[in-house]
């Protein structure tokens, strides 16, 4: 396979962001075999190659010029970019891998301030920049793992970790005493090495994940209305652009409007919609778009 030719993407091997990695390939049409055991897979089907590795591999692999692009949380991105200079370009962030880095108390802990403090944390440099910002002195304890169970070891009077559900934090015995910095899974990409040669490759690629997401918030809204209540029907409409509007068979007052919605439709805004007139509606999922 030439190198050249094909593009290099850097995806944790397993872990939190690894199914829906593949899964976000799968969607734009790029096929990787799962069940092999292999760290590096060529897409048989777009100048594709997979290097499985370590998110905490991916921004300096990304960075090295060693693959063209990376799915990576941008706590670890941001962590690392705290202490080097890494030539990487966030392409786009994905809608997946969500968590919080938070400072957390044990239940007991009842000061309002984390002053003289030790701080237990695998995110120093996020945390050290947090501090600073808020003028905290505290001792920035750094642990690799279990960060969670260092107030009980006597290691920390508080943690800095990241939270999904907050059942780690509830088993702990701990309490959420503030959020520092929000996260989510990136594309990120090396800027500078895509040749002339794999640019195509590259567009084509961006576009493709683009449109995975697009087509993933997007809906689309079939109703029927009466013709004077279009203007207060669109207005509703979450993101649509330049509805359809079509005439009904037999009718001179009723119309069609089908859209794009680009924005989540709720059911407060079918209920609105029926409210000013709308009837028939009908909202379908996207499977693919291209703009
Ligand atoms: O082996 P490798 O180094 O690749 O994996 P890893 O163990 O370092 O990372 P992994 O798979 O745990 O997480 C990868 C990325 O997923 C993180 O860098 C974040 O960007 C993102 N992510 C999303 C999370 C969580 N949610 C999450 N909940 N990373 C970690 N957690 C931890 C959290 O710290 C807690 O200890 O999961 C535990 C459960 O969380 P609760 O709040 O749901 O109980
Ligand atoms: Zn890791």
Known sequence: MDRNQRIRIALQK???????????????????????????????NFALDV????????????????CDYG?????VLDELCLEQDLTIERIQALDFGSCKLVLAVPEHFSADHLNHL?????????LKKFLDQNQIKAEIIVLQGSVEIAPRLGIADAICDLVATGTTLEANHLKLFTTIYQSQAYLIKNPTIITVKKQFIAESFEKRIQSVLQARESKYI???????????????????????????????????????????????????????GASSILVLPIEKMMR
């Open 118 to 126: 030790r701080i237990a944390t695998s995110y120093p440099n996020l």
């Open 222 to 276: 079939m109703l029927h209305a009466e013709r004077k209540n279009l203007a207060s029907i669109v207005a509703l409409l979450p993101g649509a652009e330049h509805p359809t509007i079509l005439s009904l068979e037999g009718s001179n007052e009723k119309i069609a409007i089908h859209a794009v919605c680009r924005e989540t439709i709720f059911w407060e805004t079918l209920e609105q919609l029926k409210q000013v």
């Open 14 to 44: 397993s872990g939190r962001l690894s199914e829906d990695s593949f899964d976000l390939l799968e969607r734009a049409g790029i096929t990787i075999r799962k069940q092999s055991q292999q760290l590096f897979r060529h897409s048989p």
């Open 71 to 75: 799915i990576v949380g941008s706590n």
């Open 51 to 66: 290097l499985l590795v370590r998110d905490d591999d991916i921004p300096n692999l990304v960075a090295s010029g060693q």
